[in-house]
């Protein structure tokens, strides 16, 4: 008897011995999602190519919170070129789940090159920041709306309005 006793702690023992070595998984990556966004446009002597990795960590169903990367190459023939990228950081807030409401916070280092056939090459190399509201429809993992730049500067030559139509997409 006495040794059945003790094979019955000894077992119980080493089975809550191995409860506790098991370690809760972290949910973590279970709310990070990752998208943003791309851009094309060709035509005749213009390029406008842009792309925009971003990551979002959803805190709940209603807020999340963002980071991304972000570089554009533009150029008109004989005309101008630019390359811009830098770092940004967003906010998102769904109050229900067809709407969007944003915050981003935008910080871009801009080397452009102007060329005048009578006046030569024009360098403007510049850090801009950007703050933009945005609002937008939301279905699934796609919002598309406008934001509208709280810090715009006409006379950088960034963005040619403060108002931009956008679409997020996030997997």
């Known amino acids: 008897m006495f040794i059945l006793l003790l094979l019955i702690g000894a077992f119980s023992k080493l089975y809550g011995q ?6 809760p998984k972290s949910d973590f990556w279970k709310q990070v999602q990752f998208g943003g966004g791309f851009g ?4 005749t002597g213009f390029t406008d190519i842009t792309l925009a990795p971003n990551a979002i960590y959803n805190l709940n169903q209603y807020i999340s919170l963002g980071a991304g990367l972000q570089g554009s190459i533009v150029s008109q023939k004989d005309v101008f070129s630019s390359i811009i990228y830098g ?11 067809e709407v969007q409401l944003s915050i981003e916070l935008e910080q871009v280092r801009v080397n452009n090159t102007f060329r005048n056939p009578t006046t030569g090459t024009k360098k403007d190399d510049f850090w801009n920041t950007g703050l933009f509201i945005g609002g937008g429809y939301r279905m699934e993992n796609v919002t598309m709306g406008i934001r509208y730049n709280l810090l715009y500067n006409e006379e950088k030559m960034v963005y040619t309005d403060a ?5 997020r997409v996030y997997f």
């Open 18 to 23: 191995t409860d506790q070595e098991v370690k």
């Open 40 to 43: 094309l446009s060709i035509g």
């Open 87 to 97: 770092v940004n950081a967003i906010t998102l807030f769904n109050p229900v789940e």
């Open 163 to 167: 108002m931009m139509p956008f679409i």
